[in-house]
C-alpha cells in the first residue's frame, strides 16, 4: 500500500544555530484535518534536485498542541557540506511547496513511567524531545525525574536550550565535547553525553533511557547500559543516518 503524500508549504526558516536551521511547513489548504502525529515521531521530505528526487527525515521538532494551534510542523537540520537538503533549503525561498509523508517512528513516551526518564540527544536528535515538552511537563507534576541530556561538539551550535531552561520540573545537562571553557551555573558539563550515566543514579529495572542522534554515540550508549544491566526494553532509540542529507 503506497505512503499517503501531504503537500506542505515553507512558512518559514529560522537560524537556530551555526550550524542548524528550522524550517516551518504548513499544509496545504484541506490537508490539515487528515494529518495528525504523537510527539516523537517523524516524517520525510521530498526534495526534487536536477530531476531526482530525494527523501530526507526529520524528527518533528514541535509539540501536537502546537501543531494543532498553529498548523505549522517545525523540523531542524543541520548542515552538511555539499549535502542535497542542506544546499536546497539554503537556497529556498518561504512559499515553495513540497511533499511530506508521515508520521512515522515509535521513539513516543509511555502513558506511566515506574522510575526515572532519561532523554538523550546529540545535535537535531534533541528535537523529538522538544515535540514531548507538554508530556514532559506532566510527567514531572506527577512526580516522574525526567532529566534531558543534550550533546554538542560547541556551544553555538546548541539547539533548543532556553525550551528546556523554561522546566523547572525537568533536569537539563548540556554536554559540549570541544567547548574549553565551561558554564557549570548554566549546566553545561565537558564530554559526551554517556559521561552523565554514571551520575544519575540509574536503576536498570525501572528506569527508561531514549536516545536520538549520531548512531555512533547512540552504539556507545547501548554498550554502556547493557553493561550496567540494563534489558532492552528499558532502552529506546532512534538513530540519524547521515546520507548526504
Known amino acids: 500500500m503506497p505512503v499517503p503524500l501531504f503537500p ?24 490539515s484535518d487528515r494529518f495528525s502525529f504523537v510527539a516523537g515521531q517523524f516524517i520525510q521530505l521530498f526534495l526534487e534536485v536536477d530531476g531526482t528526487l530525494y527523501k530526507r527525515s526529520y524528527s518533528i521538532a514541535n509539540s ?32 515553495i511547496t ?19 526518564l532519561v532523554l538523550v540527544g546529540t545535535g537535531t536528535g534533541i528535537a523529538p524531545y522538544r515535540s514531548m515538552i507538554p508530556q514532559l511537563t506532566v510527567l514531572a507534576d506527577q512526580g516522574v525525574s525526567v532529566t534531558v541530556v543534550m550533546g554538542f561538539r560547541f556551544r553555538q551550535e546548541s539547539i533548543y536550550i532556553d525550551d528546556f531552561a523554561k522546566l523547572s520540573e525537568v533536569a537539563h545537562r548540556i554536554c559540549l565535547s570541544r567547548e574549553a571553557d565551561l558554564h557549570a551555573d548554566q549546566y553545561e558539563h565537558a564530554g559526551y553525553v554517556q559521561n552523565q550515566f554514571e551520575s544519575l543514579n540509574l536503576n536498570p529495572e525501572q528506569d527508561v533511557i531514549y536516545l536520538c542522534g549520531n548512531p555512533g554515540m547512540i552504539d556507545d550508549c547501548v554498550t554502556l547500559l547493557r553493561d550496567m544491566g540494563f534489558p532492552p526494553r528499558q532502552i529506546k532509540r532512534e538513530k540519524y543516518v547521515y546520507s548526504g542529507h
Open 8 to 31: 506542505v508549504t515553507l512558512s518559514k526558516k529560522q537560524q537556530l544555530s551555526s550550524n542548524t536551521l528550522q524550517l516551518s511547513f504548513e499544509l496545504v489548504s484541506g490537508e
Open 98 to 116: 513540497i511533499n511530506i509523508a508521515g508520521p512515522f517512528g515509535a521513539l513516543i513516551l509511555p502513558e506511566t513511567l515506574p522510575g526515572q
Open 64 to 95: 501536537p498542541e502546537d501543531f494543532n494551534a498553529t498548523g505549522q510542523i517545525e523540523v531542524a537540520l543541520s548542515f552538511v557540506n555539499e549535502g542535497i537538503a542542506s544546499e536546497f533549503f539554503q537556497k529556498a525561498e518561504p512559499g
